[in-house]
């Protein structure tokens, strides 16, 4: 991975960046002001440069000059916007894409630096990133990045917390993007149990079929009662000494989701690997928070399954017992993602009983048809909770917005059959799917939050530090949360 390093001034003679800003009428940009002003001769050639590049400084534009004999051997004049967080982000993704065939550079950072560093090293890190499985061609160049900043040890702490984001968000990608033939529920716990080595605080459960069966998760059984591969329920504790907060996070696990009974067709199944996303988010946060030491306890449950078409699968209209008693009549096994989290959120509720409960999943299309693909949707009945993390999302750079828990499309969820229907055919999937999981939060309804977070959690293209395929959606917003729980 590439190596990152606060230095006070550049110490190697070859590719200097320097941050721009837009400044006057479009297109019109000029040189950022740094900690480490650049020499006198560098500053006047780069200045020279803005107007002849017609440069605007938006975050991301990236122009290279090249200096034969010069000290530095290369210029790069790096647009930063406005100069926050998200402007240094996208720059320093757009940065490693356009730098990956240095084997070095210097990066300049104003003496305001602590924004800047932060956004730009999730930037670098986030914007390198590629698949470890299937992506052709050898590694980036790119190795070393010196970022210069006014005080290199009073920025450490930022700079270890970005990478500790960064490098989580990635585990979560890699997660994410892992071809389906290689992960089924085993292969994953199996990478969450190798993730924990080394963090002796780290707590770690997996319950496999018969302990399902024992405990009566009957969902997690129902929906994985099809595949070869037998479900699994990992359960990851972090819990620190100081801790004043219990925080459960609840990841949809589905390994590979055919649609069951109910098959999908094939354009809508292709990517279904991705279908485990929520899992790897809450996981891959489990494992920041352990890392970056943060003073709250923090359990994450994913209920891993496979959700295949065979003679043991479960029907539509079969009715499922959920833990702790409650029964849901499913007519359609496509919606199974709420079966599994059903499972998870009461025994959270009546086993762990914490504080906050806040569930992620690809759920629904019908979160990428109300808010399309950059959002998530955000549920809750909590106004402070809400806004506490939507406000920690956007910081992050990731993108949710707040929807209804609508009381009139409670009588969907009627079943003459159970106490609930999972899958009623009546519209507002979204908002009905939140109102089922509503259904298992007990005494933690007003304490709970539900991000369907199925179209963010994919990326069609690369985009500022988003690459192309898994986003990793919902680590860096929920580390950021965390944070403030201390």
């Known amino acids: 991975m ?23 009428p479009d297109p019109s940009a000029a040189l950022v002001p740094t900690a480490s002003p650049p020499a006198d001769d560098v500053r006047a050639e780069a200045t020279a440069l803005l107007p002849v590049a017609r440069l605007t400084g938006d975050a991301g534009e990236v122009r290279e000059h090249l200096r034969p004999g010069g000290t530095p051997s290369r210029l790069v004049l790096l647009g930063v916007g406005a100069g926050d967080e998200q402007g240094w982000r996208s720059a320093g993704a757009a940065l ?9 550079i210097t990066v300049a950072l104003p003496a305001d630096a602590a924004a800047a560093l932060r956004g730009l090293v999730e930037g670098l890190l986030l914007g390198s990133y590629r698949f470890r499985l299937t992506e ?8 070393e990045v010196d970022v210069v900043v006014p005080d290199p040890d009073a920025l450490t702490p930022i700079l270890e917390t970005a990478r500790t984001t960064a490098e989580l968000t990635r585990l979560a990608r890699d997660l994410t993007n892992t071809p389906s033939s290689v992960k089924n529920p085993e292969w994953f716990a199996g990478q969450v149990a190798a993730a924990a080595t080394g963090h002796p605080d780290l707590h770690l459960r997996v319950r496999g079929p018969e302990e399902l069966a024992a405990e009566g998760f009957g969902g997690i059984l129902a929906v994985g009662g099809g595949s070869a591969s037998g479900p699994r329920l990992v359960e990851l504790d972090w819990r620190p000494a100081d801790a004043r907060t219990h925080v459960v996070l609840v990841g949809k696990g589905i390994t590979f989701d055919t649609g069951g009974i109910s098959i999908k067709p094939v354009p809508a199944m292709k990517l279904m690997r991705k279908d485990m996303a929520g899992a790897a988010a809450v996981v891959a946060a489990t494992l920041g928070a352990a890392a970056l030491r943060l003073p709250v306890r923090v359990t994450t449950l994913a209920p891993l399954a496979e959700n295949m078409v065979s003679g043991s699968a479960f029907r539509p209209g079969d009715i499922v017992r959920h833990y702790g008693g409650l029964t849901s009549e499913s007519t359609n096994s496509d919606a199974e993602g709420r079966l599994v989290l059903a499972d998870a959120m009461a025994y959270a509720v009546r086993e762990l009983k914490p504080d906050l409960l806040v569930d992620l999943a690809t759920l629904t299309g019908a979160n990428a048809v109300a808010l399309g693909k950059r959002h998530a949707a955000l549920y809750s009945e909590n106004d402070q ?11 992050a750079g990731e993108r949710a917005w707040r929807m209804p828990l609508a009381t009139d499309y409670v009588e969907y969820l009627g079943s003459e059959l159970a106490d609930l229907h999972s899958s009623p055919a009546r519209g507002a999937g979204s908002v009905v799917a939140a109102l089922f999981l509503r259904e298992f939060t007990g005494d933690l309804r ?3 939050v539900h991000l369907d977070m199925s179209a963010p959690s994919w990326s069609d293209d690369a985009d500022a530090e988003l690459a192309k395929g898994a986003t990793g959606w919902g680590v860096r917003g929920l580390l950021r949360w965390l944070a403030t729980l201390g």
């Open 136 to 143: 052709a061609g050898g590694a980036p160049a790119l190795a």
């Open 446 to 448: 007003d304490h709970w």
């Open 2 to 24: 590439l190596a990152i390093r606060l230095v006070t001034g550049p110490e190697r003679p070859d590719t200097l960046v320097l941050p721009v800003r837009p400044e006057g």
């Open 96 to 104: 490693a894409r356009a730098a990956k065939d240095e084997t070095h």
């Open 385 to 395: 909770l809400a806004a506490d993390l939507l406000a920690a999302i956007d910081a």
